[in-house]
Structures are given as structure tokens and as C-alpha cells.
T-cell receptor, first 113, second 115 residues
Framework: AQSVAQPEDQVNVAEGNPLTVKCTYS??????LFWYVQYPNRGLQFLLK??????LVKGSYGFEAEFNKSQTSFHLKKPSALVSDSALYFC???????????FGAGTTVTVRA | GAVVSQHPSRVICKSGTSVKIECRSL??????MFWYRQFPKKSLMLMAT?????????EQGVEKDKFLINHASLTLSTLTVTSAHPEDSSFYIC???????????FGEGSWLTVV
């Protein structure tokens, strides 16, 4: 069975400071890892994914994530957060032979001006 | 990126009636689409996997007779909530796999309120 853990319900940072949203996963075989962002009353927007290749993945809106196989982690990062980054962030995983995504519980990011 | 469209974005229906939500892939063909339910500030709960030309695969605990899914073409899947009750009120989101690159894109979601 595959699963995702987002250990923090809430992350608060000041604008301009680095932002990190944590994610660890469990899956059989090689993982396909994703980050999505959800704004209030909206669907999920794709930010980035790791399939294979470089462990550091760059995505939309200045976000990046680092795949760490030994720690089974895929933390989302942004060097300098903006107030507009305030949203709900979901990490998701699926195995190579799986067609379904498993989502973490989500992390609410609040960036204060 | 790929676009997935949902319609309607908001719908209010009376208890006991049925309501249909559409999910379309606008610029790609999707043999598989997924339907999720999301409660406020909660994660997504997968309800079913919609397969073009065949029956949907429902997750454990999801009533297939209540949540009817039809995937009649490579660009359209529909979710019909039959005999809706207030407890069915929720945010329903669909997604589709582009096939290439294994990225799954989501629709904007549909708010269902049953009164």
C-alpha cells in the first residue's frame, strides 16, 4: 500500500523568508511524486513532479522539491515566500505500476506580510 | 499544462433529486479519470476511477448505485449523485491522467449543496 505523510497541518512564514513544506512517502518500488496547491474553493493546481532523474525538481511559481530516497522524503521549498503563496498544499505519490494517487492530509501555508 | 474542466462549478439541488457533474479533458484524451470528494480543509478522498468504455471502479465504502459514473468518451466523464441528501453536500473534484509524463491534472471542482 502506498501512503503520504505531511507532518505539519500548518506552516507560517514571513514574506521574503524561505518556505518549506514537508512530505514523506511509502510506496512499493520507484515512486512518482507530486505537489499540488489548492486555493480556496478551487481545484488542485499542479506544481511539480518527480519521476526520475535529478533529485532536485523545479516547478511552477518558483517552487522546487528535493527527492531523497534514503529518507523517503519529497519536501517542497521556495527560497522567498510571497503572501500570494498562502494556500493548501498537497503532496501525492503513486507507484510505477499504480494508476491511483495517494494524497497527504495537506498543509496550510500562511505567508504574512 | 493540460486543462480539465468541470461543470457546474456550483449547484444547489433539493433533497431526493439527482444532479450530474461533468468532467472534460479539453486538450487531451483521457482513458482514465478519477472522482474525488473533499470536505472543508481536508484531503481528497478518492471515490472512483472512471474508465472509458467500461464500468467504473469504486473505492471501498462508496455506493455505486448512489454515485453513478459514466465515461462515454475519451474526453468526458460524468458523476451523477442520485437521490441526493444533505449529507452528500460536498466539493467534488475530478482529475485525468494525460498518459504522457504521468501527470494528473485536476478540474476546478464542483460545490454541491443539497437542501
Amino acid at each position: 500500500a502506498q501512503s503520504v505523510a505531511q507532518p505539519e497541518d500548518q506552516v507560517n512564514v514571513a514574506e521574503g523568508n524561505p518556505l518549506t513544506v514537508k512530505c514523506t512517502y511509502s510506496v512499493s518500488g520507484n515512486p512518482y511524486l507530486f505537489w499540488y496547491v489548492q486555493y480556496p474553493n478551487r481545484g488542485l493546481q499542479f506544481l511539480l513532479k518527480y519521476i526520475t532523474g535529478d533529485n532536485l525538481v523545479k516547478g511552477s511559481y518558483g517552487f522546487e522539491a528535493e527527492f531523497n530516497k534514503s529518507q523517503t522524503s519529497f519536501h517542497l521549498k521556495k527560497p522567498s515566500a510571497l503572501v500570494s503563496d498562502s494556500a493548501l498544499y498537497f503532496c501525492a505519490v503513486k507507484g510505477f505500476n499504480d494508476y491511483k494517487l495517494s494524497f497527504g492530509a495537506g498543509t496550510t501555508v500562511t505567508v504574512r506580510a | 499544462g493540460a486543462v480539465v474542466s468541470q461543470h457546474p462549478s456550483r449547484v444547489i439541488c433539493k433533497s431526493g433529486t439527482s444532479v450530474k457533474i461533468e468532467c472534460r479533458s479539453l486538450d487531451f484524451q483521457a482513458t482514465t479519470m478519477f472522482w474525488y470528494r473533499q470536505f472543508p480543509k481536508k484531503s481528497l478522498m478518492l471515490m472512483a476511477t472512471s474508465n472509458e468504455g467500461s464500468k467504473a471502479t469504486y473505492e471501498q465504502g462508496v455506493e455505486k448505485d448512489k454515485f453513478l459514473i459514466n465515461h462515454a468518451s475519451l474526453t468526458l466523464s460524468t458523476l451523477t449523485v442520485t437521490s441526493a441528501h444533505p449529507e452528500d453536500s460536498s466539493f467534488y473534484i475530478c482529475s485525468a491522467n494525460t498518459g504522457s509524463g504521468n501527470t494528473i491534472y485536476f478540474g476546478e471542482g464542483s460545490w454541491l449543496t443539497v437542501v
